[in-house]
């Protein structure tokens, strides 16, 4: 019998799905990430991926013929030619490169997802404005969480995948990098972009040691955590759509045409021959968590009815700054007045989060993607009843929770597929 495996490293830990050939759920595990120094978090990525992978049982982990990991998106590492990190990660919502924007719109065309201050080229252009030339010049790879992960196990350093590359300018349309890009000084640090779930290469004869996998075991390109989530889904058809409600707010639907708006935070993703439009909004459960604990969101859920409008217009956030629906990094958290009652409070960020995956989900349509036709819920947000029953109020199609919601069986999938 031989095994897949699916890696997938969000914001608040990692988790490993093992499936058979009928994707029948063999084995799971999960690592909650400790806070750590951010010049320490590729450490702290690494010893999980190898927790993760020799916790799964020998005879099991040794059957593993393929596997996949996905990472956060626009999550980025600048590394030596040894894929040593030079500097600390910057994560997916770190905006210094706010001060690029005005050189990055003088070369990116108006629609681009780079024109953004959170994209992976954006932090790259970052780096080189901000570093100390001694730094500067070590540096050969510009790599995402999940580029630099499977590295740890193919030993191939300078590989990305069509999703996570688009933040850093590749054209997922033309499978190419745009003339523009390639002609900037930093364009020899760029990946060189897989489709997603094609094999990589065999692991490493290092890797078969630290990781205990097979030697015949096929590394295979990768993902990023939202589609990786979609894929898991099940979602096929045109107009199908996922929502992931994780630290941040993830949609995504799945469209017959390509739609890219930089001015609102919205772009597309190739899959396969569709697209999947979306965006992703700094609202989430981040936020829930910076007011409420896990506990006191499920004990206090019960108590909200759903049914009547909470009379509260929240846009939830933790600090200033939003992506989608509105592009905007100094946009402002609005959470006032803030109720006597502690459900209420809760109420209004709930329904406010509910507002936002509508007005997203009414402008991806209105600039001519594909008609909604259902929402498909993935992410820890998709146990709480009491939010599905708000969305469902607040979103014109029928609202449902993904059989398969874990982005890391998402990316066993991929792997098993071998592409999307």
């Known amino acids: 019998m031989t095994y897949v495996a699916g890696v997938d490293f969000g914001t608040s830990g990692a988790r490993i799905m093992v499936l058979d050939g009928n994707q029948a759920l063999i084995h799971q595990g999960r690592i909650r990430f400790g806070a750590v120094a951010s010049m320490d978090l590729p450490r702290q990525w690494q010893e999980t991926l190898q927790a993760l992978i020799r916790d799964v049982p020998t005879v099991v982990r040794r059957a593993i013929g393929a596997i996949a990991i996905n990472g956060t998106s626009g999550t980025v590492l600048l590394c030596d030619r040894a894929g040593h990190p030079l500097t600390a990660p910057l994560p997916y919502n770190d905006n210094r490169g706010q001060s690029i924007l005005p050189q990055l719109r003088e070369l990116a065309p108006d629609h681009s997802p780079v024109l953004s201050a959170t994209s992976s080229l954006a932090k790259l252009l970052w780096w080189q404005a901000n570093l100390p030339t001694a730094i500067w010049q070590q540096a050969r790879y510009c790599l995402h969480q999940a580029d630099w992960l499977a590295a740890q196990l193919h030993g191939q350093w300078g590989l990305s995948d069509y999703h996570n590359a688009l933040k850093i300018g590749y054209d997922g349309g033309e499978l190419t990098y745009p003339d523009w890009l390639q002609a900037l000084p930093a364009a020899p640090l760029l990946p060189q972009v897989l489709v997603p779930g094609t094999i990589v290469g065999p692991v490493s004869a290092s890797a078969v040691q630290r990781y205990g996998l097979n030697p015949n075991c096929r590394v295979h390109a990768g993902t990023t955590d939202s589609i990786a989530a979609f894929i898991a889904s099940g979602a096929t058809q ?49 936020v829930l968590n910076g007011f409420f604990t896990e506990a006191e969101s499920v004990r206090l859920s019960p108590n909200i009815d759903p049914a009547v409008p909470s009379g509260l217009d929240y846009y939830p956030l933790l600090t200033p700054g939003e992506r989608f629906p509105i592009n905007d990094p100094t946009y402002p958290p609005r959470l006032e007045p803030r109720p006597e009652h502690p459900q209420d409070f809760l109420y209004g960020m709930l329904e406010g989060m509910a507002r936002i995956e509508a007005a997203g989900y009414q402008q991806l349509q209105a600039l001519g993607a594909s008609g909604l036709t259902r929402v498909i819920t993935a992410g820890g947000g998709a146990q709480n009843p009491t939010w599905m029953a708000i969305r469902q109020r607040c979103l014109p199609v029928p609202v449902s929770r993904a059989e398969q919601g874990e982005a890391a069986f998402g990316t066993a999938r991929l792997a098993q597929m071998g592409g999307e």
Do not use: C, M, Q
């Not at 949609?251 to 045409?257: A, G, I, N, V």
């Open 238 to 286: 045109p107009g199908e759509a996922v929502t992931s409600l994780g630290s941040t707010l993830v949609l995504k639907l799945l469209s017959k045409t390509r739609v890219e708006e930089r001015s609102l935070g919205i772009y597309s993703h190739r899959f396969g021959d569709l697209w999947l439009v979306g965006g992703a909004s700094n609202t989430g459960g981040a």
